[in-house]
């Protein structure tokens, strides 16, 4: 037989190679059925999927029941090892891994850091990309759009309604079924934070009071949906809360005197200490709701 991991390895992401290698250290592929022209088996992480494989006329054709639809999944990597060492055919040496194995997607560690050191001015789509490449069982999942649908004219003055319409589309997107909390949190974070941009773009044409309700909503919504619906998942948090902390440093610049503006420009200081602790709630933020209106 022909060796199957050289086929897939040029094919293959090498941090994918390495998952696929470890199941096979772990032992979890169990081989259903093969012969030198396919193999079927079960390959077990935290889930079981199915895997088949076979030679056809000019290649390999391959299935696998797992959701990754990027490329080679570390399934077919390991069943693939697994079937070249039935047949004496043994694995890829790690330089060989190292050297043929394809490019992950065109984004580096760098990048990602200069996002987290500067929040407010991030890329959003470095952290769309970066949650979905770099967590580490990638899984397809639901593709999200870029900004729920709300007004981005700058003259038009904000309504509460269309902030909570559009915070209520991204409730929706959570509850889709390939929703996913870790690997949809980055466009989920980004699609926040793209919305918050809007709201303060619009600032400036906007009525005050209105301005008191939206913000009481969107760090409510922020505790209350926000952090279940990303399950905190690698700090991507904080983009949206440094949009919510630079609006409020907005409205202070424009109502300076506004005793609401510099409450809640506190209440909102304390986010920054916040990580898996209650932080602020709802109540707090009802609160000074009502205070103010
Ligand atoms: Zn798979």
Not at 125 to 143: F, G
Request: charged residues 30%; glycine residues 4%; proline residues 5%.
């Amino acid at each position: 037989m022909k060796s199957v991991t050289q086929f897939y390895l040029d094919k293959t992401e090498e941090a994918v190679w390495h998952r696929g290698e470890d199941y096979v250290n772990k032992g979890r592929v169990r081989v259903e059925y093969y012969d030198d022209r396919k193999i079927e088996a079960i390959v077990s992480g935290k889930e079981s999927y199915k895997v088949t494989i076979r030679w056809v006329t000019n290649g390999l054709r391959k299935s696998c029941t797992c959701p990754y639809k990027r490329g080679i999944c570390k399934h077919v990597v390991a069943t693939a090892i697994v079937w070249d060492e039935l047949f004496g055919i043994a694995r890829p040496s790690k330089d060989m891994v190292r050297f043929r194995t394809i490019q992950p997607p065109p984004i580096s560690p760098r990048q990602i850091t200069a996002c987290y050191n500067d929040p407010l001015n991030a890329d959003l789509d470095v952290i769309r990309i970066a949650v979905d490449y770099y967590a580490l069982s990638p899984k397809a999942h639901a593709r999200l759009p870029r900004c729920p649908r709300i007004e981005t004219h700058e003259k038009v003055p904000l309504t509460f309604e269309e902030v909570k319409k559009a915070l209520n589309e991204m409730e929706k997107w959570s509850r889709r079924r390939e929703y996913h909390s870790y690997f949809c949190a980055g466009e989920m974070a980004a699609a926040f934070s793209e919305m918050l941009g809007i709201v303060e773009k619009r600032l400036p044409s906007s009525l005050s009071e209105v301005m008191i309700n939206i913000m009481a909503h969107c760090v409510d919504w922020f505790y209350r949906e926000f952090e279940q619906m990303i399950d905190s998942s690698d700090g991507v948090w904080i983009f949206p809360v440094t949009r919510i902390g630079k609006i409020v440093a907005r409205l202070l610049d424009i109502y300076p005197s506004h005793p609401a503006w510099q409450e809640f420009n506190q209440i909102v200081e304390k986010v920054g200490d916040w990580w898996g602790e209650p932080g602020l709630n709802a109540e707090e933020i009802a609160r000074w709701r009502d205070q103010c209106l």
